[in-house]
T-cell receptor, first 114, second 110 residues
């Protein structure tokens, strides 16, 4: 059974049109992460939540926002998508242990920007 | 800043031809080194965690090893179903961040 679920699997949006990607988890993990992965590139951390505490990476553009209304759900909002934002967006969860932070990933949302 | 470099970028093997993938890293205070497998269009799937130099982990045809500067993923007698991108990541410092390498795309031909 899928433990980290991302919807939709594929999302097509227009340049500048806001888009929201969703992630849900059944693991009851404290930490939820959003990674951006472009073709043949390393996954790049955008931000993460430890419970309700939001932690933004210094180089994450302001165009990217996130919400975590409860333990199970987390959303990624892209306010004005540009062509360079086309990528796979990966949601992951972790227990938040001080060491050995094993992550559980969803299947990802492939975002296309036209 | 933590850094991870994986080599080679791509590797083609014949079925049964054993080989190794390399992950070199620099990190302040290694808390864990992780190997993930990623199939096309999917999220990474956890394989191993290694915590200290000299540690080894095995799973089917895969064996991961760790030194103070690098990790190897050894693939013994690979099969076509082992074809995937293998990602290495490190967890260092005092935060929860995993830093990933770009991965090695492994193709195993029948």
């Amino acid at each position: 059974d899928a433990m980290v679920i991302q919807n939709p699997r594929y999302q097509v949006t227009q340049f500048g049109k806001p888009v929201t990607l969703s992630c849900s988890q059944t693991l009851n993990h404290n930490v939820m992460y959003w990674y951006q992965q472009k073709s043949s590139q390393a996954p790049k951390l955008l931000f993460h939540y430890y419970d309700k505490d939001f932690n933004n990476e210094a180089d994450t553009p302001d165009n990217f926002q996130s919400r975590r209304p409860n333990t199970s759900f987390c959303f990624l909002d892209i306010r004005s998508p540009g062509l360079g934002d086309a990528a796979m967006y990966l949601c992951a969860t972790g227990t938040g242990g001080a060491s050995n932070e094993k992550l559980f990933f969803g299947s990802g949302t492939q975002l296309s920007v036209l | 800043e933590d850094q991870v470099t994986q080599s080679p970028e791509a590797l083609r093997l014949q079925e049964g031809e054993s080989s190794s993938l390399n992950c070199s890293y620099t990190v302040s205070g290694l808390r864990g080194l992780f190997w993930y497998r990623q199939d096309p269009g999917k999220g990474p799937e956890f394989l191993f965690t290694l915590y200290s130099a000299g540690e080894e982990k095995e799973k089917e045809r895969l064996k991961a090893t760790l030194t103070k500067k690098e990790s190897f993923l050894h693939i013994t007698a690979p099969k076509p179903e082992d074809s995937a991108t293998y990602l290495c990541a490190v967890h260092g410092g005092s935060n929860y961040k995993l830093t990933f390498g770009k991965g090695t795309l492994l193709t195993v031909n029948p």
